[in-house]
């Protein structure tokens, strides 16, 4: 086995014999090869000259969202991009067969999502976001058979219903899979990103209405509609103004709805568990799967999932002091 240094700076560094790689930095550096697992703004930089190895969806979303990646490469001797389940275009790597950096990650398939990959590895960095025990999310169908009843509830009264989620990921699973009610309409910036989805190969209906024609239109008038949006507190001006003017009711998706607190938080009417990250279960399902000999978490819970794992039997150990002082209701 070639020597192997594993440890978190701004980002994680691995030093694989001669291979130097720089895993999600925040910043360039000059002697790395950089890996983007995908384009949530903590995961992406700015870089003219450096080399950085992403698929080809998180170059063009990085785009679209101010960080420009000016010298892509799609394809690495040793390095294999794996698909992670957490968004559209997202990956994780598995390096000379033996390291897997798992980058945010989902173990379900949901709407057009398939499941993360979980190759058999010797040293496994794995994301633990929900790292906590406690921290156990329904199951998707369950999550998404409340949110018809809601919508069905309250059109029943004639009322609009907003559903909100992070824009990159969340809001594209979510006009997924609620496409069926209509009229439909999304926020502006769910429909830049979404446009750029449907372009690089994503099937989502392309004659969806942004909230902003419907508005130039007089079509809010006409209740009730159902509206992509991003997550806004309830306590906003742009939803305070639609919960009265048309008397609109909030639906805010993130696994961070696990705690009751969150509702309150974040002032919305229903918050559902849908995560595009593991639960506990799931983050102990991966690292049973890909069966490592050594451990390192990052993200969220780092400590408290190494300690877990530790518990279990696995050597096990945080890898991010810094990342864990980013605010909690944060799920990017
Ligand atoms: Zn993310
Ligand atoms: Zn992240």
Known sequence: ???????????????????????????????????????HYD??????????LASKETISLAAIRGKVIRNPVFE????????SGHIFGSRSLLIKDEIYYTGDFSLRSRAFLQEGETPRCKILIIESTYGKEGYRFPSTEEIIDRA????????SYGRPVILMGYPLGKAQVLTSIFSSWKPLY???????????C???????DKEIKTYQEAQEKNMLERKPWVLISPMYSGRSAFISNLRKKYGAVTVAFSGWATDPSFKYAMGVDYALPMSDHCDFNELMEVVRRCSPEVI???????????????????????????????SRYVDE
Do not use: W
Request: charged share 25%; net charge neutral.
């Open 198 to 204: 449907v372009k690089l190969g994503l099937e989502l």
């Open 76 to 83: 690495v001797e040793g390095l294999k991009m794996l698909n």
């Open 148 to 155: 018809h009843r809601i919508i069905s509830e309250q059109f």
């Open 1 to 39: 086995m070639k020597q192997i240094r594993v440890r978190a700076a701004e980002g994680i560094f691995v030093e694989y014999g001669d291979l130097k790689l720089a895993l999600d930095p925040s910043k360039p550096r000059k002697d790395s090869l950089i890996f983007v697992s995908h384009a």
């Open 296 to 326: 390192y978490t990052f993200h969220g819970f780092a400590s408290e999932f190494a300690g877990y794992l530790c518990k279990e039997g696995f050597d096990a150990k945080p890898l991010s002091p810094i990342q864990e002082s980013i």
């Open 43 to 52: 995961h992406l930089l700015e870089s003219e000259h450096h080399k950085v």
């Open 186 to 196: 999304q926020h502006g910036l769910v429909a830049k990103i979404n446009s750029t």
